[in-house]
DNA sequence: AATGAAATGGTGTGTAA
DNA sequence: TTACACACCATTTCATT
């Protein structure tokens, strides 16, 4: 985990499908030194796969909103972990610290879609309370988070 | 945007470098038509880029943060949604509904990073108040949000 | 809008340094 | 760990339906 690395992650972020022979001239490399490079990083646990950024809206699903939810005292948290992630419309879900349990991220077609969704958290007992933030717009969005330029931590993974 | 082009998005999300022939031979087309139909999804806005999924903690980036912020009554919001757009702690951040006026989902190295990135929003006059909630685990992550293999919207993009 | 064939060029492997 | 060369395969274009 190199400058080099984190450049050429940084450029497979932007487009993973750059070829080999653009990275390596951007990173002063032959293509199949770059080609190694990338089969380690995958290996290595740090490129998890390569993937889409794609716009939920035109696919249907104008709502994201964030649902903080407050696990009932009797809930089956391994339960509940596992059905919030088999759901087809939970982007992300968290444990997160304070007065909330977990704070899930859903993607829904519309607002009315979101009740039955609660409803379901209630009906398989995981949910005690829970409060709904809808997102108006996206001010940034961003898939991959690497140190400026400069600085950075090293010799990780 | 019918039902081929979905399940072409959905290959290309658990694996953006799926090749044009194996994605036919999923899809019952000839590669060629599979590549027309991603050159189409790309031209229209439904893949925006082909991007990676990456391990955050192995790139030193071991804490995930929501921040609540309450933008200040004489904060410049074009300003700001300009600055949180560029900063590279910044996963996402949304305009959102509720008591707060914007979520932003921040990565950073060290619980300590955090403070000097509120003193800065402070500086800059955007904060009115805040609240910082920290992801202690992960339960569900997706990239790409798709209708369950059956039923979903169609004639749209 | 899809097919199939042909050309191009990128990927991946082997060998050597 | 990288470079270089070569074999192979995927991508892309084009004519056709």
Redesign the pocket.
């Known amino acids: 985990m190199?400058i080099?690395d984190r450049k050429i992650v940084g450029i497979l972020a932007d487009d993973a499908?750059?070829?080999?022979?653009?990275?390596?001239a951007a990173v002063?490399?032959?293509?199949?030194?770059?080609?190694?490079?990338?089969?380690?990083l995958t290996a290595s646990g740090v490129i998890r796969r390569f993937t889409l950024d794609v716009d939920h809206r035109i696919l249907g699903f104008d709502v994201l909103a964030f649902v903080w939810i407050a696990l009932a005292n009797d809930a089956d948290e391994g339960e509940f972990r596992s059905f919030i992630a088999s759901h087809p419309a939970v982007a992300e879900c968290h444990h997160v610290t304070g007065a909330w349990s977990y704070c899930a991220k859903v993607r829904m077609p519309t607002l009315g879609d979101i009740e039955p969704f609660l409803s379901e958290l209630k009906a398989r007992r995981y949910l005690a309370r829970s409060e709904t933030v809808i997102a108006l717009s996206t001010a940034a969005e961003r898939s991959v988070t690497l140190p400026a330029p400069d600085g950075g931590k090293r010799d990780r993974g």
Chains 1, 2 share one sequence.
Do not use: K
């Not at 499908?17 to 390596?24: E, F, K």
């Not at 002063?28 to 380690?40: F, K, M, Q, T």
């Open positions: 190199d080099t499908r750059a070829s080999l022979t653009d990275i390596g002063d490399l032959s293509p199949s030194a770059v080609n190694e490079r990338i089969r380690r």
